[in-house]
């Protein structure tokens, strides 16, 4: 099995510069009075157009996005192809409002979809559904309730915007990974998926669900999803994640008086989001994996269930990801020992892509996990490298 501490293999691509502001940067997020604070000034810096690209951008920004443009992530991509990781450029531009800022989306991830077409280390792409209609439109049409006119129009227009990516990338022979959101905008965008898979997962997967594994329902969807396959004879994209909304999934449910959707701890998540790695590897004739994770576990058991199917590390129906500036120690290893790894690399302008780096800050707020895993990983080589400095010397 491969050992993940090996820190030479995972920071292979990291300057000593680099290796030294990672830390600094995961030292400072760890502290939660610096990120709640942080949070407060961003928020109200952005209310406020107090410009905050002096603070965000060689930081944060530096640490967890590609660049403003495609064209900016360019010199990334290459480092990365270096090592046998790929990357899928995500434009993450949050919270438009109005069908000027959808469009424009629209357009950009057109563009992403062509540039992997175009450059064999950018495989996949992927999109955020909420960037495409109004935030009511996927609350009202996921309740289920009757519909008005405008709403009605305004899933109609959602559907065309993700039916002419899924048609575009189906083209140009490129996978398209669709986002999971909060739980109240999720069901219209599960029907609508499906519906694509239907229409361009004819020989093979090309459009992607995401399923976040804390939902308590989640891994019955799966299932359901998969038997549905069968029947209509296409394959399934089945993209697997936790999950990023916990805490205000939880709120909401309170505040509004329902069961929460998320399961009541943490291994309840882990050990659904392995059976859902185990269901698939043993349907893997008709489901493809995106194993999106910094989990070392569920990577591991990826890798064994794989092993035990005869299935060789590259198989292109299975994917590993992690997102660009974290866990390349997942990364770097198992793109060495030869597994399909790729980097989720966002990009936009810093106030666009705010609030995925205040999300990233936040999920690194705790020193009992990941950002202590990153942090002592990254001791280790800085004192590996000062130790081999010393040994060429002596
Ligand atoms: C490539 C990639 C794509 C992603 N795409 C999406 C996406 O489309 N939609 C989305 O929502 N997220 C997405 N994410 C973010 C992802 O959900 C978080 O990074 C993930 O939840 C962190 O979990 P982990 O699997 O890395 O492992 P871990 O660090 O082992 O797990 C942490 C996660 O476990 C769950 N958890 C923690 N405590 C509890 C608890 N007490 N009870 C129940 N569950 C708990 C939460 O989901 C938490 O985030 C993506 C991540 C990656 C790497």
Redesign the pocket.
């Known amino acids: 099995m491969i050992d993940f501490n090996n820190t030479q293999i995972a920071f292979a691509g990291k300057s000593n510069k680099g290796l030294k502001r990672a830390h600094w940067l995961f030292r400072t997020i760890a502290s939660p009075t610096i990120v709640a604070i942080g949070n407060f000034f961003a928020h109200n810096a952005l209310k406020l157009h107090i410009p905050v690209a002096w603070i965000v951008k060689p930081t944060l920004y530096r640490q967890f996005v590609g660049g403003e443009t495609i064209e900016d992530c360019i010199p990334a991509v290459r480092e990365l192809e270096k090592f046998n990781v790929k990357a899928i450029l995500d434009y993450s531009v949050e919270g438009g409002k109005a069908e000027a800022d959808f469009e424009a989306v629209l357009k950009e991830t057109l563009r992403t979809i062509d540039h992997a077409a175009g450059d064999p280390n950018v495989p996949i792409s992927v999109f955020?559904p909420t960037a495409f209609a109004p935030s009511h439109i996927f609350e009202r049409a996921s309740a289920g309730q009757d519909l008005n006119e405008e709403e009605l129009a305004g899933v109609e227009s959602f559907r065309k915007r993700v039916n002419i990516l899924c048609e575009h990338a189906a083209k140009k022979d490129v996978p398209i990974?669709i986002?999971?959101?909060d739980v109240h905008y999720q069901a219209i965008i599960d029907r609508v998926t499906l519906e694509m898979m239907e229409q361009y997962n004819q020989k093979k997967a090309i459009v992607f669900n995401?399923y976040?594994m804390?939902r308590t329902d989640r891994l019955e969807v799966l299932k359901k999803d998969f038997e549905l396959a069968k029947k209509k004879e296409f394959f399934l994209g089945a993209?697997f994640?936790?999950?990023?909304?916990?805490e205000r999934e939880r709120r909401r449910a309170e505040k509004m008086g329902y069961p929460s959707p998320?399961?009541?701890?943490?291994p309840?998540?882990?050990r659904d989001?392995n059976a859902a790695l185990t269901f698939s590897i043993a349907n893997i004739d008709r489901i493809s994996i995106?194993n999106?994770?910094?989990?070392e576990k569920?990577c591991h058991h990826l890798m064994e269930l794989m092993q035990k199917a005869g299935l060789a590390k590259d198989d292109p129906r299975i994917w590993t990801?992690?997102?660009y500036g974290?866990?390349d120690h997942i990364s770097f290893n198992m793109a060495d020992a030869g597994y399909n790894i790729v980097k989720?690399m966002p990009y936009g302008p810093v106030k666009s892509v705010l609030p995925y780096l205040l999300r990233r800050a936040e999920?690194n707020t705790s020193i009992a996990?990941?950002t202590g895993r990153e942090l002592s990983l990254i001791k280790t080589e800085l004192k590996r490298r000062k130790q081999d400095r010393i040994e060429d010397r002596g």
């Open positions: 955020k990974m986002d999971a959101e995401t976040q804390y993209k994640v936790r999950g990023a909304y916990m998320i399961h009541p701890d943490k309840s998540t882990d989001y995106f999106g994770t910094h989990n569920s990801s992690q997102l974290m866990s989720y999920e996990g990941q």
